[in-house]
């Protein structure tokens, strides 16, 4: 394992992302603790040093896992990092919070009592890292909002110890909203977690935001490097030209090694759910060995011959609301199979499960709302059940 810095705080620079943890079965949110320990182990015993959770991984449940999890281990033997979840949350007057998308429902609280709930969930008395979740066009009014004063109460936690390093983490912010936050909050943040991977490298202008990052003199922890997946299983046709240079690397060792010669990236996370997964990203992480840039033009063309697609990284925010069950990140799978030519789907899988049936939504919007990708869900919905039932199949 190599490692990077943030800050004063040394880093491994593949981290353990814990959004994906293994689960007890694929309709519910919850873990597999014994398998999920033992990948937590490998990975403390292979050099991982940063862990990476949320308020609302899991359904809730991340947080108190790791919390569980790394107990056994010295707490300067890891870094563990977790968000506050300001973009599911509505102001409602006093300082009080409401919760809103998928955490709709739960009880009202305050900045000082989503804090303190996940210091006693994680069972630590100091998060190494803290990040705004999702800051975003719509989020910022919330984060800024003076009456409210969030980020002046991390500051003050930061001033208490009981927060290292404080950042946060954006999804489909601009590069120049990013940019004009930390021209705004100069000095206060310290590190950016973003979606950075070959294919939103011009996409989602992934590029434009790490360069924003470093006008700032800012690190960097990548989330998405291999896109929820997506550039894991490429196009047989796609996955043929880089097997030609490297018989032995995977599709995910290829997006991986892309990232590794951007010298903002401290940390890389990756939600591994497998000890295959686990195992092999140590070994991509074990000395960097970046892309020639002959390689990177092959990533390029590939990434080329995506951009057709709905950009969903299976991260699961849309699917506790909606009121129909469907398993949404499935079924995008499906509508990108399809425009992807992939006519190996045979048969109808809405047939043999109705959560995989789009015809099912009900336009409710409710998934929409809380996508961090701004995808047009119901539209899908409604297309691929057009896909799938219509001429052609
Ligand atoms: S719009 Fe459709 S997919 Fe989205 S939450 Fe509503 S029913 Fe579910
Ligand atoms: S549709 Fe959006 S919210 Fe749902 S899994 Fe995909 S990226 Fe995440």
């Known amino acids: 394992m190599y490692y990077s810095e943030i800050g004063n705080t040394k880093v491994s620079a593949l981290g353990m992302g814990n959004m994906r943890?293994?689960?007890l079965d694929e309709q519910s949110e919850k873990?597999?603790?014994?398998?999920?320990?033992?990948?937590?182990?490998?990975?403390?015993?292979?050099?991982i040093t940063y862990?990476?959770?949320?308020?609302r991984y899991h359904g809730g449940e991340s947080e108190l896992f790791i919390g569980e999890a790394l107990k056994k281990y010295p707490r300067d033997s890891f870094c563990l990092a977790t968000k506050f979840p300001g973009h599911m949350m509505e102001k409602k007057g006093g300082g009080v919070l409401g919760f809103n998308g998928m955490l709709s429902g739960m009880p009202d609280s305050t900045v000082a009592g989503v804090f303190a709930e996940q210091l006693k969930k994680c069972q630590v008395d100091y998060f190494d890292f803290y990040l705004l979740h999702n800051v975003s066009e719509k989020s910022i009014p919330l984060y800024t909002d003076p009456e409210l004063d969030i980020i002046n109460y991390f500051i003050r936690q930061k001033e208490l110890g009981k927060i290292r390093h404080l950042g946060f983490s954006s999804h489909a912010a601009s590069a120049k909203t990013i940019d004009d936050f930390l021209t705004t909050y100069e000095g206060i943040f310290e590190f950016v977690q973003i979606q950075l991977n070959y294919l939103d490298w011009t996409l989602q202008d992934a590029k434009g935001k790490v360069e924003a990052i470093a006008k700032h003199g800012l690190k960097i922890v990548v989330m998405e490097g291999v896109r929820g997946g997506r550039l894991a299983a490429l196009p047989e046709e796609q996955m043929a030209k880089l097997t030609a240079i490297r018989p032995d690397d995977s599709a995910p060792?290829?997006?991986?090694?892309?990232?590794?010669?951007?010298?903002?990236?401290?940390?890389v996370l990756s939600g591994m759910s497998t000890m295959d997964q686990i195992i092999e990203n140590v070994e991509t992480f074990e000395a960097p060995a970046p892309l020639s840039a002959q390689e990177k033009d092959i990533l390029y063309g590939i990434a080329d011959s995506l951009m057709n697609l709905v950009p969903c990284t299976a991260c699961r925010y849309c699917t506790e609301g909606c009121p129909m069950e469907l398993e949404i990140p499935k079924i995008i799978a499906t509508y990108n199979g399809v425009k992807n030519g992939d006519w190996t789907i045979r048969y109808n899988p809405a047939e043999e499960d109705p959560s995989l049936d789009p015809g099912r939504c009900i336009s409710c919007g409710s998934c929409a709302s809380v996508c961090p990708q701004n995808i047009a869900i119901p539209d899908i919905m409604a297309e691929t059940a057009a896909m799938l039932t219509g001429p052609g199949r």
């Open 51 to 55: 862990y990476d959770t949320a308020y």
């Open 253 to 267: 060792r290829w997006a991986l090694r892309w990232l590794q010669d951007i010298p903002q990236i401290a940390v």
């Open 31 to 47: 873990i597999d603790r014994e398998k999920a320990q033992e990948i937590i182990d490998y990975a403390m015993s292979h050099g």
């Open 21 to 23: 943890l293994p689960k």
